[in-house]
């Protein structure tokens, strides 16, 4: 790869949008060191941050010395002296500045380079003796670094305009708190297109391109870069002419949108009149705001695992309960569906076997298969205690409004009995400790699982609601991996399939005359959300941003219409000509 | 003014860490500019990792050069310092 000039990368497409912006390398452990591009503007402050942690790092050393004269030997005195001088070196202090200067890295990148460039050197001497200095050189580095190091640990959320993450992985925790305000896109060499960073990334409208080898962008000197997250293209070191070209599709987009929000709060009705209630989809509280400003009916999913992902502790009682009953009292009377935490399997952070909860994950070690594992309900179920204290919460934070419980991958109807009953017990508990309950809490399945679409009617009979988690349902009726580069091509949500097996839901549930909620991304891809309606759905779940697109897109059909479209998709027996069907008949 | 004179290295170790940080030291208040060359290779000899980098052992010939207005003495301070072996001896 050539050092200078525009070069262009083809990676996954992960999430729409374009992204313009300057590099960060997010590092994945630790030990890693980032390498950030500093904006001409704070380069003065980049040298100041060096010349502080130098001084410190003196200090430090020149303390060491004084406690040292009383009672050490002359020889550490001596070793320190040389440090101290080592310290003072030029090469350490004018060349590392000098660098800094004229390739507007970060400090930690910079002397993690020349410290390198010395051990290569060093390594090149015959004399052991002389050879075995790098170890001081190193020594006294690794003492500036640690005085460097605050800017090593920024996170995720507090990154400077204009950011472009780069990272082997996203995890989700960390996706969750990324603001897109700041973040302009992110590229990552794992992940595949319906990995939970994925979902996130396109719920929050980060731009988002996978399958990009970062070590080979980290050798090359990156000036700024372009992310065209609907193409799949990573532009490196973009020309003024590229640039422009997307600056400008970037504002026609943006534009664009804010038409569509403009209609947002209206209700999303069919040109014939029949109402379809959109709801959002929610992982961080904080965004509630957003729910009110797309003009949602509620909150048709809201993923309390995040709470545990992101903060990597489960929550207590207490603060799921001020959690809860701050939404639901914003929500103003609109329900909210709390979907009980859904962890476990792919949805995993790495816990510290020093943290208090990673015993939980402990137990059951390794697993083989993820997705098929202890996850979700199962997991709930083994650690029954954690359900109980997220079911009373649920219960306390009821009295202020309408909170609806969700369980997550229910593969048999005995495990909705199992809930109910343990809710039962919550609600007398309560009682008993003088709580005044009102009424009692719906209880929905999500249907992600075969056996549970299969059993549907079965299941649909006992709850109160129905969910059907589009994501996960594709993934395990068709097999497929979604996070897996090999198979993503496999992963057609247009599977004719799946198209049945909701037909068959909405059927179930129809006959006993219980709602059905579709959630997951299916419902926002606009070449897909007229034949959803055709199908019988008339609530969605969506990303709080794609309602006023889901709106406007439902405003564009007539219920005969969708039905007709809806009819002729299922008469496709291929997914590769479904997929034609749909982008000939099924976007307007 | 500039002048320049080869000397040998005469203590055990060679230009280790010790002796290195003394003529560091010593050229601190200097003004001039100081290079050593050893084996075609230059350096700053006001900075101690490169002259630590020189690896030059026991009896290595060093040209020092010094550039600057009080040239002279600093080289005549290096010469005895690297006869009295960096107070070694």
Known sequence: ?588 | MKVASKVKVKNALGLHTRPAAFIVKLLQPRKSMVTFTYKSETINARSIMSILMLAAKKNAQILITVDGEDAEATMAYLISAFEQEFGEK
């Not at chain 1, 980049?46 to 200090?59: C, G, H, M, P, T």
């Not at chain 1, 569509?260 to 209630?277: M, N, P, Q, S, W």
């Not at chain 1, 219960?395 to 309408?402: P, R, T």
């Not at chain 1, 697109?549 to 291929?574: D, F, M, N, P, Q």
Request: aromatic share 6%.
């Open chain 1, 1 to 588: 790869m050539n050092r200078e000039g525009e070069q262009i990368l083809r990676g996954v497409p992960i999430s729409k949008g374009i992204g313009i912006g300057s590099p960060i390398f997010f590092s994945d452990t630790e030990k890693e060191i980032s390498h950030i591009l500093i904006p001409q503007e704070e380069i003065e402050k980049e040298v100041a941050r060096y010349r502080k942690a130098l001084e410190l790092s003196r200090k430090d050393l020149e303390h060491l010395q004084n406690i040292s004269r009383q009672n050490s030997s002359a020889e550490i005195i001596a070793i320190l002296d040389t440090h101290l001088e080592i310290m003072q070196d030029p090469m350490i202090t004018t060349g590392v500045i000098t660098r800094i200067l004229e390739t507007r890295q970060n400090v930690e990148s910079i002397f993690y380079q020349i410290i390198e460039e010395y051990k290569v050197r060093f390594n090149a001497i015959q004399d052991v003796y002389f050879k075995e200095r790098i170890r001081d050189i190193v020594d006294v580095s690794q003492r500036i670094l640690s005085y460097v190091r605050p800017l090593e640990r920024i996170r995720i959320s507090e990154m400077p305009n204009h950011s472009i993450i780069l990272a082997h992985e996203l995890v989700p925790s960390e996706t969750v708190e990324a603001n897109a305000s700041l973040i302009s896109a992110f590229i990552t060499t794992a992940g595949g297109l319906t990995s939970h960073a994925a979902i996130i990334a396109r719920a929050k409208g980060i731009p988002y391109v996978a399958n990009v080898d970062i070590k080979l962008l980290k050798k090359v000197s990156l000036q700024s870069l372009i992310v065209d997250g609907a193409q799949g293209l990573v532009i490196v070191n973009p020309t003024r002419k590229t640039l422009k070209k997307y600056q400008d599709l970037k504002k026609e987009h943006i534009a664009n949108y804010k038409l569509l929000t403009t209609t947002a709060h209206f209700k999303a009705e069919t040109i014939d009149g029949y109402e379809v209630r959109i709801f959002a989809n929610l992982e961080n509280p904080k965004e509630i705001d957003l729910v009110h400003k797309h003009g949602a009916a509620g909150i048709g999913l809201f993923r309390s695992e995040y709470l545990f992902l992101s903060k990597r502790k489960f929550p207590s009682e207490e603060e799921q309960f001020e959690i809860y009953k701050q939404m639901v009292k914003s929500l103003k009377g609109k329900p909210l569906v709390v979907r009980v935490f859904d962890v476990g399997g792919d949805k995993k952070v790495d816990l510290h076997p020093d943290m208090a909860d990673a015993p939980y994950f402990a137990a059951i070690g390794h697993e083989a298969n993820p997705a098929l594992g202890c996850r979700a309900i199962r997991f709930l179920f083994r650690y029954p205690e954690l359900l109980e204290k997220q079911l009373r919460a649920i219960v306390k934070a009821s009295q202020y409004g309408e909170i609806h419980v969700l369980i997550p991958m229910i593969s048999d109807v005995s495990e909705i009995r199992q809930v109910r009953t343990m809710l039962a017990k919550v609600r007398e508990d309560l009682q008993k400790e003088g709580y005044k309950l009102s009424r009692d809490i719906p209880v929905g399945c999500m249907i992600e699982v075969p056996s549970s679409a299969i059993m549907c009617d079965a299941i649909a009979d006992e709850s109160d609601f129905l969910s059907i988690g589009t994501n996960d349902l594709i993934q395990y009726i068709l097999a497929v991996d979604r996070s897996n580069p090999h198979t993503a091509e496999l992963y057609f949500s247009t599977h004719p399939s799946i198209l049945r097996v909701i037909r068959m839901i909405v059927a179930s549930a129809a006959k006993s005359r219980k709602p059905v909620i579709l959630c997951g991304e299916l419902a926002a891809d606009p070449s897909m959300t007229p034949i959803l309606v055709g199908l019988g759905i008339r609530e969605f779940s969506v990303a709080a941003r794609h309602i006023p697109l889901v709106k406007h897109t439902i405003r564009k059909w007539r219920v005969l219409e969708v039905c007709r479209l809806a009819e002729g998709a299922l008469e496709y027996t291929s997914s590769q000509e479904l997929k034609e069907y749909l982008l000939t008949e099924g976007i307007r």
